[in-house]
């Protein structure tokens, strides 16, 4: 029996304080026009990780982003053209990235992680798998600082955290909790948002990775 590897590359970001995920609209047969997770057919000479990173550049332009391996999706009739099956990661960037479609995509937009619209093969199974490693992963890991610049504030870092989970959290409690951590650090600069004082900026503390 004929079996392929591809890679999919399910990839969030925050924009305007909700959760967002990257999508391609194909370009080729199968699913011609449909919205797609981005991804593609593994190189005989790459491992699977060259092949994420490589069509992810492909298709979207992004490079250089957070990048680990979720599941493996293996269902006889998740594609139409053969036995398939794929190996797929979830990627994390901060919404400043720019996005050119390229290959066999059509055109590369973010849409609602929540309510994301029909996806081809199984697609819409490995969003929801993402979604869950993600929301799981913030109550032991510093996943979170992966879509926030190197330098900000403490409500931005709750608005990810809470645009990740999908409800609000205490503001208190949540800052209490995350200066425990030690993944912070007290940085030099503040930033001023509107008439109000200007509102300390910290990073990610380095002796905690």
Known sequence: M?????????IFTILKGRLKVLLIRRGIPPFKGEWAIP???????ESLDQAARR???????VTDVFL???????????????RVITVSYYALITSDRALNAGTDAAEARWFS??????????????????????EGKLEYTDVGFQLLPPAFT?????????????????????????L????????????????????QLYGF????A
């Open 39 to 45: 991804g593609g057919f593994v190189l005989e000479s």
């Open 154 to 178: 403490l409500t931005e870092l709750q608005g990810v955290y809470e645009a990740i989970l999908g409800r609000e959290l205490d503001k208190r409690n949540f800052r209490r909790k995350i």
């Open 113 to 134: 992680a929540d309510r994301p619209p029909r996806l081809a093969f199984d697609h819409s199974s490995i969003l929801r798998t993402a979604r869950r490693r993600l």
């Open 180 to 199: 425990q951590t030690g993944l912070l650090v007290e940085l030099s600069e503040k930033k001023r948002i509107g008439p109000q004082r200007p509102a």
């Open 205 to 208: 503390s380095p002796r905690s």
């Open 55 to 61: 069509e992810l550049a492909e298709e979207t332009g």
């Open 68 to 82: 680990e391996q979720l599941y493996t999706f293996g269902d006889p009739d998740r594609d139409p053209r053969a």
């Open 2 to 10: 004929d079996v392929r590897v591809t890679v999919d590359i399910v």
